[in-house]
């Protein structure tokens, strides 16, 4: 399984927001962080607060933090949420993809059984099973 840059940095940052539950996170300081542009980083950001995982305030001492404690976010369902229209291969598209083997393909259904199974394995870990460790020296 593979997932999209989109997923992989959002997990990065709620990894991080984890590890420090009480401390707000600016966009260009994790920007910064992951090498990534804020204009990215700030979509990310969105969804994940549209769904209710991540809060936001302007200003100072304002930035991302968590919504709600990181033992009651689910991997599995953030993973659904930032991999969302991002079919596993294009015969899982809503439209069906373009597969000229369609009607007699036998690994479509393997696939969604291995798929089904990776994102079972993933509900089973929370968010703060993976959170980063603050440094001790910090």
Do not use: N, W
Not at 28 to 56: C, D, N, P, W
Not at 87 to 113: E, M, N, Q, W, Y
């Amino acid at each position: 399984m593979r997932l999209t840059s989109f997923t992989d940095y959002g997990l990065r940052m709620l990894m991080r927001m984890a590890g420090t539950p009480d401390r707000g996170f600016s966009t260009a300081e994790m920007a910064g962080e992951f090498g990534l542009s804020r204009h990215h980083l700030s979509k990310i950001i969105q969804r994940l607060s549209q769904a209710g995982y991540v809060t936001t305030r302007r200003g100072g001492g304002g930035g991302a933090m968590l919504s709600r404690p990181a033992g009651e976010i689910g991997l599995g369902q953030v993973i659904r949420l930032l991999e969302q229209g991002q079919p596993l291969v294009d015969c899982f598209a809503t439209d069906g993809g373009h597969c000229s083997i369609d009607g007699s393909c036998r690994l479509k259904a393997r696939l969604r059984t291995a798929e089904a199974a990776f994102l079972a394995d993933l509900d089973r870990t929370t968010l703060a099973d993976i959170a980063l460790q603050p440094d001790v020296a910090a």
